[in-house]
Structures are given as structure tokens and as C-alpha cells.
């Protein structure tokens, strides 16, 4: 596997649409090793990376990428500038990697509270979040009347670190 053989690397490209999601997954498990992305992409999956909170096509790419990445909506390419033209519009972006190590709680359980979140995304946190088994008493809280999209990066940091916290509680 040649990604375990280098160090730091960046990713430049035109992304085949139909995967540019899963690679960007990809890079995100490989965010330790990945500095820079830059890439052309459809621009719907461009949008959603870049997305900021309280915006319908926020969701869990934008929220796992800008943890550990700046991420710039640079340019919209036209369907006119391919030979023959794709039928949807293309845009590039840029992600630089920034200067978080890790994030302030357990990251797989940060990355399973996004994901639920945003699968249910017209629903309340509280919720789409039953499956984590929650005390009363946490649910109260006013993030859970929220919905995801309306969270920042460092709230669901925040959210994490409660569902953590609540489960060794109830593990006692």
C-alpha cells in the first residue's frame, strides 16, 4: 500500500463524480498524511464540503473535513469547457490541512454522532441521536432541540464530549 510508505502527501485531480465522495472520506481516514487536496469535482459535493453551518447542503463531508481542514470553494467550471460536456456543473476546491492534531474527544464517536445526525437530518438531535441511549437529564439540554445542520464543527466537538461523558455515566 503505497500510502503507508509516505509520509505527507497532497491529492490533486479532476475526481470521477460518481466517487468524489468516497475519496473524500478516504482522505479524511488518511487526514494524518494528507496536507493539501485539490481537486476538480461535481460541484453539488464542492458545495457541501465547503458548506457552513445553518445551510441545507451541510452535512457530515463538511463537518469531518473542516475539523481538520480550511476548505475553499475557489472556482464554478462550466459544462462548456469539456469536450463532450458533462450534464451538471463542476467546481474546484482547495483543502490545506490545519493545525488540529486531534479533536478534544473520542474521534470515532464524533464521527458516529455526525453521521447519525445528519441521516436524520429534519429531525431534532434528540431525536436522531436515540440510538446512543441518552439520559433524560442530557436530552434537556437546549443542543438537542437543535438540529445538526445547525451546529459548528466545534459544537458537535462539544456534543461528543457530553454523549461521552453520559455514556460512561450510565456504564457505571
Not at 446512543?132 to 464543527?153: I, W
Not at 466545534?154 to 454523549?163: D, G, S, Y
Request: glycine share 4%; hydrophobic share 40%.
Amino acid at each position: 500500500n503505497l500510502m503507508e510508505q509516505v509520509e505527507r502527501v497532497g491529492v490533486i485531480g479532476n475526481f470521477p463524480y460518481n466517487i468524489s465522495s468516497q475519496i473524500f472520506f478516504k482522505i479524511y481516514e488518511e487526514k494524518n498524511r494528507v496536507e493539501l487536496v485539490v481537486g476538480m469535482l461535481q460541484k453539488e459535493v464542492a458545495e457541501r464540503i465547503c458548506a457552513k453551518p445553518r445551510n441545507k447542503t451541510y452535512g457530515i463531508l463538511s463537518v469531518l473535513l473542516q475539523a481538520f481542514y480550511e476548505v475553499e470553494y475557489l472556482v464554478t467550471v462550466n459544462p462548456g469547457v469539456f469536450d463532450p460536456p458533462p450534464k451538471v456543473m463542476s467546481a474546484v476546491i482547495r483543502l490545506r490541512r490545519n493545525e488540529t492534531k486531534a479533536l478534544d474527544c473520542d474521534q470515532k464517536l464524533f464521527k458516529r454522532v455526525v453521521k447519525e445526525g445528519f441521516q436524520k437530518r429534519r429531525k431534532t438531535l434528540r431525536n436522531a441521536l436515540k440510538i446512543f441511549d441518552l439520559s433524560k437529564e442530557l436530552t434537556t439540554e437546549k443542543v438537542f432541540s437543535q438540529r445538526a445542520e445547525e451546529l459548528s464543527v466545534a459544537e458537535f466537538v462539544e456534543l461528543t464530549k457530553k454523549i461521552e461523558a453520559d455514556g460512561r455515566k450510565n456504564s457505571i
